[in-house]
């Protein structure tokens, strides 16, 4: 069945046909979002799993009575071999929507949805030849389809990618614009021919924006009048229409050097698919573009302008409104009203299309930051794992589907923002409004977070450090948005006859372990990663996460020699956080050196725990963020309380007591720890831990040394509330050269005052509250010190350390690096992107702007933001910066040709950064 019968294609042909009961025939089209991008290696749909679960979308579709739907073809994965199609995936899925008799429109390439190893993209020489041979394997394979699509958005398609330099290749003006449509349009007339020659009754269906422009008078009237004449530029070329040279976006096109299009062998279209959103739109004044316009005509009277200059069968191929589902369903309302007037008016549509059937994800940035951020536009709201889930709009969408008029249909009242986005849609409609059933506060635009497998060296149970703090609350926010944490440990041994994986959950985290038989690792309790014994961990791994539907997590590394396990489970992106220099400690195995230089190269996201871990890495990472460890002060502030009150063990004759919290191992100078305990007779020297590495019979004894051995997390306040003096008693040796140790936060949350060894990290960044001493001596000196130093002073420093160190401000920070890897995803994908974002990071942390002067590792995020996004409302007060950085710091400098700000001759270090 075609799209429209041969006896059905004359103008105002209407579809408006009732049936009993006063119901609606009305020819849906599902679809959902697929597009893929090739700097990134990201496909849309396999990032919300909406690929994955096609056969139940296509469930949903069929349980709504409707039978059409516009389908992808993704040739980004059909074609990653040069010299072989894989169509398993689109084989399975073409032979199951054939078998229920549903109708596809077929697309063959939606947006940049070709093939990676094109690096030119649409400019690749390669392209036009490999589409070619592409639709021709098309055509020959699926020759009973009744439509098809062969390029979606042309227009809008080459416009963000040559004329706006939004998508790759990065085009800009109209001879970026120009050098895209030389390549694409005859490549297209060459495929149709194909396809009209082989599939000569199926529709050539052509999809594209359906826009309107308007301006206040002078400048902006003549800019809309142009953008209107260049709306229609490439179907007009293809189809051989108006090729007047005198037209203002023709003229703009052959002085771009594209008079060759002129001249291309006109094709045949079918059918003409609109696509009309909001922003389609657009009102212009001397200070720039607005959209929505303030007073939009509406979809009737666009479509309209569609039907005049073309006189073609037309559907209504896209629309959607980001919102709140009450608002989508307002939306449908309202675009519903205006297809049904245009076809009363007599223009010959068919076809209703929501465009997505279930959300997508990053098109509020148009692509621009593929950070999987949720996208709430579909029909069905978007769970974990691709699943769909009913709301307000999928209730209205399927009584429309089912027929019912629109009078019948939800008017719920807008909120925000599309209360004010939207208003110029419905101030004058007399609707019988109501209030949303679940109204919200805003609209909910959260990212879906992919699950995040963290591997470790450290066990989850172990001591509590920087990896617990941080993936717990990576855990709490992730799980919030579906997101499920993992935490991989190194193997250990049981008496299991073969490899396998054990399971347990502990709050949200589920930590796992390879447990393999004794006789494999020697007897030995526990082995490395690195052990031939671990092998099976990565094929086991691979099949665990499949199984629970986690294709391409997020990986969070604490250990280099877990690199091989991270490469072969398929990530998303890799973050390696340096919290120590494994490689200076006792018993590393060989090799981690060289293991983590290749971690660092294939890390997305670098991070280090301390400044000499910083310095030592930067190096080989120019781009790692330094993010020492920090402290849970509630966590510690019952120690206080504690020393104060009740719980201090106080009592006749009780001795002050110097006390140590951490791993006793090499990096403890155990000499120094002895002497200590000889040079304070009169105290206790307690030492709390877990001896590791290290013959127990190593330790001093003394009759005033204590080891009572490891104490919980959850008791270490208690600890030290016995503690009167914290010692942090290291060796300094190659395992403490870049240590940062987050104990010392800890000693200060809980009001102690504290003596160190000198830490290099230590000395550098507490070098003013923590008493930094070399020798035994001067440690008992320090702690006797200490218990009558005035600690107010003190304290007022660690107020502001703590201010600024809290796990949960670092966890945020860091979290917010995991989910969008700036210099390794999106910022180094181009060139001139890069630099443009160099600049911006240089423009927004300028200490001349003052207040509005930005700080700390989101800059750089904030920094891509303002560069690539086409969202008004982060550009906007970002690019304000900007623009004050360069008023402040003028490439040419002031009247004496100085920079006004830096007092040095122009252009100053930052107008070059910013240039």
């Known amino acids: 069945m075609t799209l429209f019968a041969p006896d059905a294609r004359p103008a105002g042909r209407s579809e408006l046909e009732t049936f009993p009961g006063a119901r609606v025939r009305r020819d849906f089209i599902g679809a959902f979002e697929t597009t893929y991008l090739p700097d990134a290696d990201i496909d849309v749909g396999e990032s919300t799993e909406v690929s994955a679960r096609w056969a139940t979308h296509l469930d949903a579709l069929q349980e709504a009575g409707v039978t059409r739907l516009r389908y992808a073809l993704p040739w980004h994965r059909i074609a990653q071999d040069p010299d072989a199609f894989d169509w398993s995936r689109c084989d399975a899925e073409m032979d199951e929507i054939r078998r229920r008799g549903l109708e596809p429109i077929l697309d063959l390439v939606h947006h940049t949805s ?62 970026g614009f120009v050098k895209l449509a030389e390549s694409v349009l005859p490549a297209i007339v060459s495929a149709w021919r194909i396809f009209d020659e082989r599939l000569p009754d199926a529709e050539h269906v052509w999809i594209d924006t359906c826009e309107s422009h308007a301006g206040s008078p002078g400048g902006p009237a003549d ?89 073609l069968p037309m559907l209504l191929a896209e629309t959607n409104v ?62 974990r794992g691709g699943r769909a889930r009913v709301n307000e709009l999928t209730a209205a969408w399927e009584l429309a589907a089912a027929g019912a008029p629109v009078d019948e249909l939800p008017a719920y009242r807008l909120q925000s923002p599309c209360d004010e986005d939207l208003r110029g849609f419905f101030a004058a409609l007399d609707w019988q409004w109501q209030d949303p059933p679940n109204p919200e506060p ?44 993992w935490f991989v440990e190194e193997p250990i041994t049981a008496d299991v006859l073969s490899p396998e994986l054990w399971t347990d959950q502990v709050g949200q985290v589920t930590r796992v372990r390879l447990v393999v038989p004794l006789a494999s690792a020697e007897g030995r309790p526990a082995i490395g990663f690195d052990h031939p014994a671990a092998a099976p961990y990565r094929e086991l791994l691979a099949r665990l996460f499949a199984e629970e539907g986690v294709p391409h997590p997020d990986l969070l590394v604490y250990t280099p020699m877990a690199a091989d396990i991270a490469t072969a489970l398929s990530p998303h992106r890799i973050a390696y956080d340096v919290m120590d220099d494994l490689a200076s400690f006792a018993g590393a195995p060989p090799g981690m050196r060289e293991a983590q230089a290749r971690l660092l190269a294939a890390a997305d996201v670098v991070l280090a725990g301390g400044r000499s871990l910083h310095r030592s890495v930067v190096g080989s990472r120019p781009d790692c963020h330094l993010f020492p460890s920090g402290v849970d002060v509630a966590h510690y502030a019952s120690s206080r309380s504690l020393r104060a009150g009740a719980g201090r063990r106080d009592g006749v004759g009780r001795r002050p007591v110097a006390g140590y919290v951490g791993v006793i191992d090499e990096r403890l100078d155990l000499d120094l720890v002895g002497a200590l305990a000889d040079a304070l007779p009169d105290w206790l020297v307690r030492i709390v831990g877990p001896v590791a590495k290290i013959d127990p019979a190593q330790l001093p004894i003394r009759p005033n040394l204590d080891y009572p051995g490891m104490a919980d997390y959850a008791e270490l306040p208690a600890v030290m509330a016995d503690f009167d003096v914290a010692i942090m008693p290291f060796a300094l040796n190659d395992a403490t050269r870049s240590i940062s140790p987050t104990k010392t936060l800890e000693y200060l949350a809980a009001g102690l005052p504290v003596v160190s060894t ?40 660690v107020k502001v350390i703590e201010a600024h160190q809290s796990w949960d401000a670092i966890a945020q920070s860091i979290g917010t690096l995991l989910e969008v890897p700036v210099e390794r995803l999106t910022v180094r994908t181009v060139a001139s992107h890069r630099a443009a974002t160099r600049a911006a990071i240089a423009g927004l942390r300028d200490p001349a702007l003052g207040s509005a002067r930005l700080t700390g590792p989101l800059v750089e995020i904030l920094a891509d933001a303002a560069v690539a996004s086409a969202t008004p409302f982060i550009r906007g007060p970002l690019l304000a910066r900007l623009a004050a950085v360069e008023r402040l710091h003028p490439y040419a400098g002031d009247e004496t040709g100085s920079c006004p700000n830096c007092r040095v001759p122009a252009p100053c270090v930052t107008a070059l950064d910013c240039a």
């Not at 699950?451 to 450090?465: E, I, N, P």
Request: glycine share 8%.
């Open 114 to 175: 070709y093939p990676r190893r094109l690096a030119g993209g649409f400019a690749d020489p390669a392209f036009a030849g490999e589409f070619v041979r592409f639709a021709e394997a098309v055509a020959t394979r699926y020759p009973w389809i009744s439509a098809y699509t062969l390029f979606n958005e042309p227009f809008a398609t080459l416009f963000l990618a040559g004329h706006e330099s939004l998508w790759p290749p990065f085009g800009t003006g109209m001879e």
């Open 442 to 485: 805003a609209i909910p635009v959260f990212p879906i977070a992919r699950d995040l497998v963290v591997l470790s060296h450290l066990r989850w149970d172990w001591v509590w450090q920087r990896p617990q703090h941080l993936v717990t609350r990576f855990a709490r926010e992730r799980g919030i948005r579906g997101g499920r944490t």
């Open 758 to 797: 000198p830490v290099a990290d230590v000395v550098a960044d507490y070098g003013e509250v923590v008493a930094v001493v070399d020798t035994a001596e001067g440690m008992a000196a320090a702690c006797r010190a200490g218990l009558v130093e005035d600690a107010e002073g003190r304290e007022r420093l």
């Open 322 to 383: 980001r919102g709140l589902p009450s608002d989508r369903a307002t939306w449908l309302r309202y675009m519903l009203d205006q297809y049904e007037r245009a076809v009363k008016d007599g223009l010959p549509l068919s076809g209703f299309t929501w465009f997505p059937l279930v959300d997508s994800c990053d098109w509020d940035s148009l692509l621009a930051l593929p950070i999987n951020h949720r996208d709430p536009v579909g029909v069905y709201d978007l769970t």
């Open 223 to 311: 800019y809309a009048a142009f953008a209107n004449d260049r709306r229609h530029l490439l179907l007009d070329l293809v189809l051989g229409h108006d090729l007047d040279p005198r037209r203002p976006a023709l003229a703009a096109l052959v002085e771009a050097g594209g008079g060759a299009l002129l001249t291309l062998e006109p094709i045949r279209i079918d059918v003409l698919g609109l696509d009309y959103y909001p922003h389609s739109e657009w009102w212009y004044v001397e200070d720039g573009p607005v959209s929505p316009a303030p007073a939009p005509r509406g979809f009737a009277a666009v479509a309209s302008d569609y039907h005049r200059r073309y006189g």
